[in-house]
């Protein structure tokens, strides 16, 4: 097989970048002068629309799903683009309600990055957006809206945005696994009740049905002795995995989207929380003919197999791994001095208590009715309105260390828009890689602390993932002036 040619292929149908590039020549030709510079190095343009749609999620067996999509299908096309380089997506709103997109991981300007009242006017049905920024780290990113997200995320809207690297790891298939989890009924429709507040003071809306780019996966088919990146994006609303893959030693190179030590998973368990995403390395070492399943069992008494790597009957195309190093290069992150950092406490509160009961809420600042979570005492609710007052204001260019408590009975991925951030410690002891991140579980009762330079100007959201505790209050703003 020859390696460098096939390593693109995807079994999973993507997108031809060239099907979503638009009208670059009239763009040229708009401006009034010649602009040859801008013209030899024109931005790829994409133009995706919100739009309700129908999509089989679950087989031929049941009637199609209605679904909330970008571009007409779940999940939305794969954006494929590459690092530094500057891109432009059209974003048109045809549905019946307000939307935003938040490309998430990616260190843009604040006023590209999607939150409605707080970094742009929300884009109203039947009108549209364009948003414009050069991603200057390669990884795995996603895309999903930020406006009334329990029902878009919940109905399907997420992407896929892929960073390419100049200097990709070696392998023989790049594919990537958009993870969704839904609540369906018994004829496959998205099941009423977003917003429950019960769920929303306990672990948020957790599905029955998880896809792998759109559909229940029965196999993936596999080549005994091909390489293949596999890059985990999860875009449930609340669902937590916890992956084991039988019969293999998959190596994590990148966690969010940024390159760390290859290395495998603690106690061969991949744990990905909402809005988290793993690259990952996977040898297929197994036995032609064999079935091998991925399993995910982080809910006690819930697991449930997510696919099967299935094995051709074929000699393996290679008689040794592929001698090639998995490492990537890292990206241009400015390094925290965590020696003159400033140091904030961040107190996650609320929620049911392990004994039913809420938790020590008194003395809350609401802002918005049925709030059931904090941060440091205040409520903020919904998905990003108008007026949200900084938590904290940071100097620009300095370094800062967050210490996330989670004085609650959940877990809580917690998201930082605009930047990665060094994991440091997990309840005062280091953590092995100190990878950077941007969106890191903290268990309940514990502490995790996380590092980054202050150097992207804004308002910038920092917020629970699991949507319903977002929406019900676990979110605040920091401001970096
Ligand atoms: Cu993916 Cu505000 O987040
Ligand atoms: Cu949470």
Request: proline content about 14%; cysteine-free; hydrophobic content about 40%.
């Given at each position: 097989m020859n390696v460098t040619a096939a390593h693109r292929l995807s079994t999973q149908p993507t997108i031809d970048r060239r099907a979503f590039l638009i009208g670059v020549g009239s763009l040229a030709a708009a401006a009034t002068l010649p602009r040859p510079a801008r013209a030899a190095n024109s931005a790829p343009e994409f133009a995706l629309v919100a739009a309700p749609g129908r999509a089989?999620?679950?087989?031929?067996d049941f009637p199609a799903t209605e679904v909330w999509t970008f571009g007409n299908r779940v999940p939305g096309p794969e954006l494929r683009v590459r690092q530094g380089e500057p891109v432009r997506i059209v974003v048109r709103n045809e549905l019946p309600e307000d939307t935003t997109v938040h490309w998430h991981g990616i260190r843009l300007p604040n006023a590209m990055d999607g939150v409605p009242g707080l970094t742009q006017p929300p884009i109203r049905p039947g009108e549209q957006f364009a948003y414009e920024f050069t991603p200057p780290d390669a990884g795995t990113f996603w895309y999903h809206p930020h406006a009334d997200s329990l029902q878009q995320l919940g109905r399907g809207m997420a992407g896929a945005l892929i960073v390419e690297e100049p200097q990709p790891v070696v392998v023989d298939r790049d594919v990537v696994w958009m993870l969704a989890d839904w609540r369906l009924t018994g004829d496959a429709q998205i099941a009423a009740g977003f917003g429950n507040g019960m769920e929303a003071a306990m672990a948020g809306r957790v599905g029955n049905t998880v896809t792998i780019n759109g559909r229940i996966s029965e196999e993936f088919p596999v080549r005994a002795g091909e390489r293949i990146r596999l890059r985990l994006v999860n875009a449930a609303l609340a669902r937590i995995m916890s992956l084991r893959f039988e019969g293999h030693r998959p190596v994590v190179i990148a966690i969010d989207g940024q390159p760390c030590e290859p290395h495998e998973p603690e106690r061969s368990r991949l744990v990905i929380g909402p809005a988290m995403r793993v690259d990952l390395v996977l040898d297929m070492q197994g036995e032609p003919g064999r079935r091998y399943q991925i399993v995910d069992d982080y809910y006690d008494g819930l697991a449930y197999w997510l696919t099967e790597l299935v094995y051709e009957?074929?000699?393996?195309?290679?008689?040794?791994?592929?001698?090639?190093?998995l490492s990537l290069p890292r990206n241009p992150i400015p390094e925290p001095d965590l020696v003159d950092a400033d140091r904030h406490e961040l107190r996650l509160q609320g929620g049911m208590m392990g004994g039913g009961g809420m938790m020590g809420m008194g003395g809350m600042m609401g802002m918005?009715?049925?709030?059931?979570w904090a941060i440091n005492g205040m409520s903020m609710t919904g998905d990003g309105h108008t007026g949200m007052p900084p938590l904290l204001i940071l100097r620009r260019g300095r370094s800062y260390v967050l210490?996330?408590?989670?004085?609650?009975a959940w877990w809580h991925p917690m998201h930082l828009h605009g930047f990665s951030f060094r994991v440091l410690s997990r309840n005062g002891n280091d953590v092995t890689h100190r990878q950077w991140a941007d969106t890191v579980l903290v268990p309940p009762k514990e502490t995790v602390d996380v590092a980054f330079v202050a150097d992207n100007p804004g308002d910038w959201m920092l917020h629970c993932h699991v949507t319903d505790h977002q929406v019900s209050g676990m979110m605040t703003v920091l401001r970096v002036a």
């Open positions: 089989s999620l679950v087989g031929a009957d074929q000699p393996p195309v290679r008689a040794h791994p592929i001698d090639a190093p918005g009715r049925g709030a059931a210490v996330l408590r989670n004085d609650t």
